[in-house]
């Protein structure tokens, strides 16, 4: 079973930043893709960002230019690194991976004032 691990949510100040972590279970290299979700309240769970085993990113038009996915082999575990945040960005954040299927973390909160 994938365990994953979100830590690094807060309350930030518009045009802060975070980083966000995801500490899994395994080998991130055995993933095929790791992903980035964030929930508002009251709304659909939405994708933010994806990286691909190989290393391709993509992002959602709303936080491109702000917010980067990395990963780090060595700690199994990847970073979600959120700049000039919007109140609009106040969400919980939940990383998920694609092993044999979609798993989840428990989601961390992300909260920013305006």
């Known amino acids: 079973q994938v365990q994953l691990v979100e830590s690094g949510g807060g309350l930030v100040q518009a045009g802060g930043s975070l980083r966000l972590s995801c500490a899994a279970s395994?080998?991130?290299?055995?993933?095929?893709?790791m992903y980035w979700y964030r929930q508002i309240l009251g709304k659909q769970r939405e994708l933010v960002a994806s990286?691909?085993?190989?290393?391709?990113?993509n992002y959602a038009d709303s936080v491109k230019g702000r917010f980067t996915i990395s990963g780090d082999n060595a700690k199994n575990t990847v970073y979600l690194q959120m700049n000039s945040l919007k109140p609009e960005d106040t969400a919980v954040y939940y990383c998920?991976?694609?092993?044999?299927?979609?798993?989840w973390g428990q989601g961390t909160q992300v909260t920013v004032s305006s």
């Open positions: 998920a991976a694609l092993y044999r299927d979609l798993s």
């Open positions: 395994r080998s991130i290299l055995s993933y095929s893709a």
């Open positions: 990286i691909t085993s190989g290393g391709s990113t």
